[in-house]
């Protein structure tokens, strides 16, 4: 049975999940070593270790949704080898990067082909920040489950202006995005994007991987579904069907995970099908019921732009979107 918890923001879902993990292992004689528990980062793993009292288990798999991909990945190197024609350096397992470290490889690099080439001759933004700007749009693109290649392309093709000058610029970084990655994988590195596309497109179309898969893992639980990545929904929906039971903790008003790509409609759209709903209509019992009620006043008044000043005009200024998050800070 594949169930999701349905609530707001401080019902009890995640005590729901903690407390079935417990009762899977001690009640069910369920060995730990099946369960797959995927939250949302370190912080939350660590209050999840706090709150959980096990009289024994086995190796506990409760990580997030990337570092479940770095053990996959490390556990089945030899097999995205044999299939990545790119990585010429054979280790037992891959190194990976930072997203510090992938910065500043990619800043040297850009520094490397402005002194060389007169690459973003047109930009004033120094590389750092031309650096930050490459490997958060890699990260997206991996995170949606779209390739790398030609990331620069789609960034110019989604501009209101387009101009040769523009066009040039994103060529470039196109060019800089396939240089930086085919070297880190010739000496067997990846960075967050390239862990992710190397999993997406080799092991979860791999027979030999999808059985491995089944034999180990039976239950699954997930926490803070909503901020989930469109390739994190994907691979649910695609293990789902194989699960003893799945038990996964929605919740409905949303997450802060947007700017790292998550995608509140993408989940809904595409893993709430394929589950029991149990909406929870409880009030938050994490604050008081005025709390409540001003929170959901205040969203209103910005969300609606009903909350005004002595001037009569909304308090809140929304921005158009723009596609790079330098851009976004700048405005």
Same mark, same amino acid.
């Given at each position: 049975m594949n169930k999701i918890l349905y609530g707001a923001t401080g019902t009890g879902k995640t005590e729901r999940l903690i407390q079935r993990y417990i009762d899977l292992i001690e009640k069910d004689n $369920?060995?730990?070593? &099946?369960?797959? $528990? =995927?939250?949302?980062?370190?912080?939350?793993?660590?209050?999840?270790?706090?709150?959980?009292?096990?009289?024994?288990?086995?190796?506990? #798999?409760?990580?997030?949704?990337?570092?479940? +991909?770095?053990?996959?990945?490390?556990m089945f190197y030899p097999l995205i080898q044999k299939e990545c024609k790119d990585i010429k350096t054979y280790n037992v397992k891959p190194s990976f990067l930072t997203f510090e470290v992938s910065q500043y490889l990619l800043t040297k690099l850009i520094e490397q082909r402005r002194v060389l080439n007169g690459a973003f001759y047109d930009l004033s933004s120094k590389d750092s920040k031309i650096a930050i700007d490459i490997s958060s749009n890699l990260v997206k693109a991996a995170s949606a489950a779209i390739s790398y290649e030609n990331i620069g392309d789609r960034l110019y093709n989604s501009l209101e202006v387009k101009t040769e000058e523009k066009k040039e610029i994103y060529k470039t970084a196109d060019k800089i995005i396939h240089d930086y990655r085919k070297r880190c994988l010739e000496c067997g590195v990846m960075d967050f994007a390239m862990a992710v596309d190397l999993f997406n497109n080799i092991l979860l179309n791999s027979e030999e991987y999808i059985n491995? =898969?089944? #034999?180990?893992?039976?239950?699954?639980? $997930? %926490?803070?579904?909503?901020?989930? $990545?469109?390739?994190? +929904?994907?691979? =649910?929906?695609? +293990?789902?069907?194989?699960?003893?039971?799945?038990?996964?903790?929605?919740?409905?008003?949303g997450g802060y995970g947007r700017i790292f790509g998550a995608n509140k409609e993408y989940?809904?759209?595409?893993?709430? #099908? =394929?589950?029991?709903?149990?909406?929870? &209509?409880?009030?938050?019992?994490?604050?008081?019921?005025?709390?409540?009620?001003?929170? %959901?006043?205040?969203? %209103?008044?910005? &969300?609606?732009?009903?909350?005004?000043? #002595?001037? %009569?005009?909304?308090?809140?200024?929304?921005?158009?979107e723009v596609p790079l998050r330098s851009q976004m800070l700048f405005n």
């Open positions: $369920v060995s730990s070593n &099946e369960i797959l $528990v =995927l939250v949302m980062n370190r912080n939350q793993s660590l209050k999840w270790r706090k709150r959980m009292e096990l009289l024994c288990s086995n190796k506990i #798999k409760r990580t997030s949704f990337f570092g479940f +991909i770095q053990e996959e990945i490390t491995s =898969l089944k #034999k180990r893992i039976k239950y699954l639980i $997930v %926490d803070n579904l909503e901020e989930a $990545v469109p390739s994190q +929904i994907d691979f =649910l929906s695609k +293990i789902l069907p194989y699960m003893s039971e799945s038990l996964i903790a929605y919740n409905y008003e989940v809904e759209q595409n893993l709430l #099908k =394929l589950c029991e709903i149990e909406k929870i &209509e409880s009030l938050p019992y994490t604050c008081k019921k005025e709390m409540v009620e001003f929170s %959901d006043m205040l969203f %209103d008044g910005i &969300e609606n732009g009903n909350i005004k000043n #002595k001037y %009569d005009c909304p308090l809140i200024k929304r921005m158009p």
